[in-house]
């Protein structure tokens, strides 16, 4: 049976500034205190898992046991279609250890051309997926997953968002989500959408 959320503070687990400040806009609406795993000095546990649910696992239940308190963690990423569902669970890898996007953008569009010899042949479908895991120090968990589709665009535009919003285009929209005001991508992302899902399950 789903749990709902009755105590009083909730520890967001992650250190991801990007993710921190949706998620928290997200919560906004919500009577509950939110501290986050950076601010209580929590360790980042290694992402050893090859799913976005594995992933959200693993840091969720590791805030909640160390800290005591219920821990929501987002686990999520890019899957491009035409390069076989990556980058997607390593979506955080490909920036390299100086966590640069620029880089990370650059190699999904290198290795589009590379497959597809050239950007006018290359599938640019993706999606944004999040996976949401509230998770309690007794060990219980709800999971939730979203995606938004859209397309990829060769040059990086806006300077709005995090990670690869630069290159993504949702569907239905000229933008990509790097041009939009936080309030525009919220009302679209994916994040938002898993977010929907766990707040009627368990908020
Ligand atoms: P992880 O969930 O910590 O493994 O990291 C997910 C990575 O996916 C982030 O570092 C971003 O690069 C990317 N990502 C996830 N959500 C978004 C988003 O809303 N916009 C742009 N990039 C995202």
């Not at 890019?78 to 990556?86: F, H």
């Not at 999606?127 to 589709?149: I, M, N, R, Y």
């Not at 938002?192 to 766990?198: H, S």
């Amino acid at each position: 049976m789903s749990r709902r959320l009755a105590e009083p503070r909730l520890v967001v687990a992650t250190h991801n500034q990007g993710k921190l400040r949706e998620l928290r806009s997200l919560l906004g609406d919500h009577p509950v205190e939110l501290v986050s795993a950076g601010e209580l000095g929590l360790p980042e546990p290694a992402e050893t898992e090859t799913s976005f649910a594995g992933n959200a696992r693993i840091k969720a239940h590791a805030a909640a046991r160390a800290s005591g308190l219920p821990a929501l963690a987002d686990d999520s990423g890019i899957a491009c279609r035409g390069l076989d569902g990556a980058p997607g669970v390593w979506s955080a890898d490909w920036a390299g250890p100086g966590k640069d996007f620029a880089v990370a953008m650059a190699r999904v569009v290198r290795e589009l051309e590379a497959r597809f010899g050239g950007w006018d042949a290359a599938d640019r479908q993706a999606a944004f997926v999040s996976c949401l895991c509230l998770a309690w120090p007794d060990g219980h968990d709800e999971l939730v997953q979203a995606k938004v589709t859209g397309a990829l665009v060769a040059s990086p535009r806006g300077a709005n968002g995090f990670g690869y919003d630069p290159i993504f285009v949702p569907d239905g929209e000229s933008r990509t989500f790097g041009e939009m005001a936080p309030a525009e991508k919220n009302a679209l992302s994916h994040r938002t959408r898993a977010f929907r899902l766990l707040k009627e399950r368990c908020f």
